[in-house]
């Protein structure tokens, strides 16, 4: 709690105070109540009392996703970087970034332990302060069938007042050479 002492105040005047909070988390939870009590009788006492709902600064955090190639022959390996970062002032709480592999690629291991969660390879922090940031790397197998363009998404969330991004990154998987020998006649 704030006290201030005013001293007097004049019949029918007013003072305005002015307050100035740094938010512990982004989110429209935050009540900021004030009453004023004084030496005297109050003809109406409820008028000293008033609440606002404030909302904190809205994080938005960032992600960027890079591939070690753009190409990968079936069978082989290929891994993915991923950079979450907070450019706000706020604290993003609960961060949960998470990998989702198309078909035609295989989780084989990633840097920092990541856990399978709804078809995802996801990662979760506790929080992420203003102007920091995290990564994480995964390596994924192609399958030997596998062929063409793989698109591999990711996405970063948070608690309440955090906006989910969206990252991808295609790479193209190339069809293994058949190493036998041709039809001779």
């Not at 429209?28 to 009453?35: H, L």
């Not at 008033?50 to 809205?58: E, I, P």
């Amino acid at each position: 709690p704030l006290r201030c002492s005013l001293g007097t105040i004049a019949p029918g005047g007013k003072v305005t105070i002015s307050v100035v909070a740094k938010p512990k988390q982004a989110g429209c939870r935050q009540r900021n109540a004030a009453s004023a009590t004084g030496a005297g009788t109050d003809a109406v006492p409820a008028s000293n009392l008033d609440t606002v709902d404030v909302c904190a600064v809205k994080v938005k955090l960032r992600l960027s996703k890079v591939a070690d190639g753009a190409t990968v022959t079936a069978g082989g390996l290929i891994s993915y970087t991923i950079r979450v970062s907070n450019p706000t002032k706020g604290t993003a709480r609960n961060v949960r970034t998470c990998d989702r592999l198309p078909a035609g690629l295989v989780y084989v291991s990633a840097r920092s332990k990541a856990r399978l969660r709804g078809g995802a390879w996801c990662w979760r922090d506790s929080a992420l302060g203003p102007g920091k940031s995290k990564r994480y790397r995964i390596t994924v197998r192609a399958l030997r069938g596998a062929s063409g363009n793989k698109v591999n998404r990711a996405t970063v969330s948070g608690a309440a007042g955090v906006k989910t991004a969206r990252a991808k990154r295609a790479v193209r998987v190339l069809p293994t050479g058949d190493s036998g020998g041709g039809v001779t006649g």
